[in-house]
């Protein structure tokens, strides 16, 4: 794959309520993200736009951001998916040799919606609608599964929750920053058994944007690019039944694909830092499993050897990841955006000594039916 | 252009006003086996999938996610794009940027809208802003009509010049198009005749809603080749999305989005002279107004000759340069398919495989896609991999 540089990254602090209008928001993102790239509107030659018409409650949601992220001037797509799918199709304008410099912005003002609705409308309208199947209560079933089947416990799914709280109070863009116990975890709130309400991610206002370029333009326009050096999308089964929820096999496909591309043979010693898609306290745990850093089961023991905690072998969501911050659609471009900032250097502190290989990741659809995998390099 | 790409398969469903004996997955399956059996592929050689629709006239969030049982998804790469009315031509210029990307070699691209489960008008009107234009904006149809108020009285166009285009369109259809939806032979006076829905929009000027499916394959050079004798070369693409306020855009008589995403797509196909270097045309054109108003944006006439070129018959079946020789979108609206649909049958001609709707000897096509507030997109496709 010919070499594409993230030059340019922004988030908007994430809150449950954030006044601004999408287009607030996203072109909050825009400025801050040419600004951290040196960069004016008018070397933008492309945009991708990250909008879902559920999550933004209108038809052609893109229309509310396309001005507000200068797209009038340039060509523009709008992808429907995590913000990491989006970023894929603005590597794919990039590798085409048609453009020089893509725009991805994602933005999400969840805080007007109601997440169980808008999840519910995930599930088949005829079979599965009518339960009431959402977000929360699909994944509980995926959480009672991978626990039944390889043995894992809730305290080691809280152990999760307690490590990315705790990172989130070195993230000035984090929503749900603090110190909690595992006791604080398992005592909270059963919202659907065995999740509890800190073992679920927050609802989050807030947006994100990169710029990415192609290397010669890369290298010309900013000191410290960081380079994509492989991508891996999949996706699983549609009905929760045609699947078993305890495995991962989409994720592992598409991880295998990111890995070959980046030469990536052993995973946990050749990652230095993992940003990825913990809605759930426990689905670090099986993207950790999915993503090759441990055998099938072995995830939870891993969390209790502290070895992704900060200052173990391979921290995981130093950022406090999205159980901190959960702007849906934005959340993976947020993770993408995270490790830019670690491999820069430039993470405060949450800065991860000496990271040069970083993994990015994000999910689609119910209990993680698709995945979107990016490995981001020096 | 580093990597070509070419078009070795297309598929669609037999398009209707609502699909009963099937759902969307399998409306979607049924385009995505004939768009195999077309390239004479199976599942097997599929790398990547893009898809694509819109949310609300289904209702149904993650429409990637829920599709892979229709469109052959499972544990594939499969990505969802989608942008309004240019959601078909969009998926098509993803579909296209997978395999040129050299990230994928065989790219499905599948459009589909079961239109017949919503209100369309109403899901449509959903998509202007809540607090300055909602209130007073009700679909499609009034913006359309605006227009061509504007380009009558700066032209001095007249609405018999946009039923001879209704009439055109839909004889197409009913002549040479067994996919199509509305399959009615008509004449000038039947449209002149029809209701007004929009002054000066009449029921016959104006698209239907479909139920219906699209698949089109696409794949690089040296798959393409290995493929088929004769893919659809891809030689040009280009989109504008600009934001237009209603308020401030319906006075436009001329389409500015058009003009910008041509010029773009011209260039990258080497295209200087396009009424002479291209032999057929599929357009997305929403209403019957829209094929007189818009000719010029593609460069086909002088400013304001549209009339002049519709009169002239050059478009119909037959003529220098026909125009939608599949009825287009006056005969067949399946939303988020209507876009890619105009690529694919625009591959067809080149192909050479259009059948009953085949313009002899075509070797250029160009294809485009409208939506949006007033976006365009287009797409070049010739027979031969590059234009001298």
Redesign the interface.
Known sequence: MEKVGIIGVAQTKYQRYNPASHAESAYEVTSKSLEDAGLTIDDIDNTITVCNDFWDGRTISSMTITEATGSHKSPTTNVEGDGTYGALMGLMRLLSGLHEITLVVAQSKISEGIPSVITNAIFDPIYERMLGLDAINSAALQMRSYMSKYGVTEEQCAKVSVKNHKNAKANPYAHLAMDITVEDVLKSRVLADPIKLLDTSPISDGACAIIMARERTAKRKHGKPIWIKGVGHCADAYHLGDRDLAEVDALASAAKRAYKMAGIRSPLKQVHVAEVYDAFSYMELMWMEGLGLCGRGKAGAMVDSGLTEMGGALPINPSGGVLSAHAVQVAGLARIAETVLQLRGEAGDRQVDGASTALAHGIEGACGQGHCVFILGK | ???RVGIVGVGQTHHRSKNTDC?GQELISIAVKMALENAELTMADIDAIVIGN???FE????V??????GSG????????????GTTGS?IG??GF??A????FDTVLVIGWEQNSESDTTA?????FD?ITEREYSAGAIGPLAAHYIAYMSKYAATEEDAALVSVRDHNNAALYNPYAHLRQTIAVEDVMRSAYISYPIKLLDMCPRTDGACAVIFASEKKARKITERPAWILG???????VHLADGIGLANLPSLEIAAR?AYE?AGITDPFNQIDVAELYIPASTAGVSWMEALGLCEEGGGPRLIRSGVTNMGGKLPINPSGGVLATNPIGATGLLRIGEAALQVMGKAEKKQVEGAKVAVATGF???FWSDVTVLSSLPGLD
Request: net charge negative; aromatic share 8%.
């Open positions: 252009m580093k990597r759902n819109m949310d609300h209702s149904i969030n993650y990637d996610m829920w599709s892979v049982d998804g499972y544990m594939k790469p499969i990505m969802k794009v989608t942008t309004g969009a210029h993803a940027y997978h040129a990307s050299g990230l899901a449509i009107s959903t998509c809540p693409v280009g989109d504008c999305h600009i934001l773009e990258m939506g949006g507030c």
